[in-house]
């Protein structure tokens, strides 16, 4: 829901309005020629044509998805090509699908080199996981500058009639910078992010951009039990060597605890901060609608809701890192870090992530 699009078609719509008035109400006077208020602002941005997405209007190499990344990922390891028909299509299909767990413990033990289609699989994953989420906070980004953007063309309206000082637009013009920087530095976190793709996936030199998903996957709603998965971790640990035992073990604890605590991070913010915040912005607009609230106060509300979307972007990400660790960690992997909820998830690690 664009809810900028209030103020842009205030200002656009009918600017005699905001000019002529001597307070804020003129921007809800100018909506006032909408019978249905935002329902009828949303139909004006359709007809009078909203931006087309940057990134839509970018072509590039599809990878749209975890399964199509670990396959892609396999191709340039010439190795793994005669690892991967030792292990069949259907162990193949499970490992790229993310159904590691199905894979037989004692099967694939008996096979040299399956460890590195593991590795390389986990490595594809995180790549992908981390490009397509910052590729989505670069979306939530503009969005949000958007609304600055038009709060502070409206303040500079109001100080040009003389009902507002510069004072007052001086906070605005603020806001509006560091939106603009944040973009910025979201749409440089994502060209790294994707490069990094490219170099995980041994497409540098042959793609310059990568065509991905607007959205990581959404949570699944169940997940392996710790029971399920220690009868896992135990079919293991019965193919490795003594030594490596409490290894695996150890890691296991700190996988799962990891998983544990991002998934039940994500849901919060998913189901619960996002339902207020949602609830929050329908009924600013509604209290705008009926000229009971400011222009300001809807943006700023906006723009919260905004701040919550990329935190729930970057803890969905997060608890899929901490998936691909502990599938990882059930084949015997051993990684270097473990996710933290709120943590560093976005940024590869120099080693292991």
């Known amino acids: 829901m664009s809810v900028a699009v209030l103020a842009t078609a205030a200002m656009a719509g009918a600017q005699p309005a905001v000019e002529q008035s001597s307070d804020w109400k003129a921007a809800n006077d100018a909506v006032g020629q909408f019978k249905r208020g935002h329902a009828d602002l949303l139909k004006w941005e359709a007809a009078n044509g909203a931006p087309a997405s940057q990134e839509a209007a970018t072509a590039g190499f599809p990878v749209p998805s975890l399964e199509a990344a670990t396959r892609l990922a396999w191709r340039p390891h010439l190795e793994l090509q005669k690892v991967l028909p030792r292990l069949g299509a259907a162990n193949a299909d499970r490992i790229a699908q993310g159904r590691w767990h199905e894979v037989d413990a004692r099967h694939q033990r008996r096979i040299d080199g399956v460890g590195e289609v593991f590795e390389v699989a986990a490595e594809a994953r995180r790549a992908w996981l981390r490009a397509v989420a910052a590729r989505q906070a670069v979306r939530l980004q503009r969005a949000s500058l958007e609304a600055a953007e038009a709060a502070t063309e409206l303040g500079r309206r109001m100080v040009k009639v003389g009902n507002w000082s510069a004072y007052q637009q001086s906070r605005v013009e603020l806001g509006l910078a560091s939106e603009r920087r944040a973009l910025q530095q979201a749409t440089v976190a994502a060209r790294q992010a994707e490069r990094a793709l490219l ?21 699944p709603r169940q997940t392996l039990s710790a029971a399920e998965l220690g009868a896992e971790l135990a079919e293991v640990k019965a193919q490795l060597p003594h030594a490596e035992q409490w290894k695996a073990e150890a890691n296991f604890g700190q996988a799962l605890a990891s998983r544990d605590a991002t998934l039940s991070v994500a849901r919060g913010l998913r189901d619960d901060v996002m339902a207020q915040r949602n609830l929050i912005v329908d009924e600013s607009v509604l209290q705008y609608n009926g000229m009971l609230k400011s222009v300001w106060d809807l943006l700023t509300e906006v723009q919260a809701r905004a701040q919550s979307q990329r935190e729930t972007v970057d803890a969905v990400r997060d608890y899929w890192l901490a998936d691909t660790d502990l599938m990882w960690v059930l084949q015997g992997g051993e990684p270097t870090a473990f996710v933290a909820p709120g943590g560093a998830g976005g940024e590869a690690p120099a080693a292991g992530h």
């Open 199 to 219: 170099h995980t996936l041994q497409l540098n030199g042959v793609h310059e951009r990568l065509a991905l998903p607007d959205t990581l996957p959404d949570l």
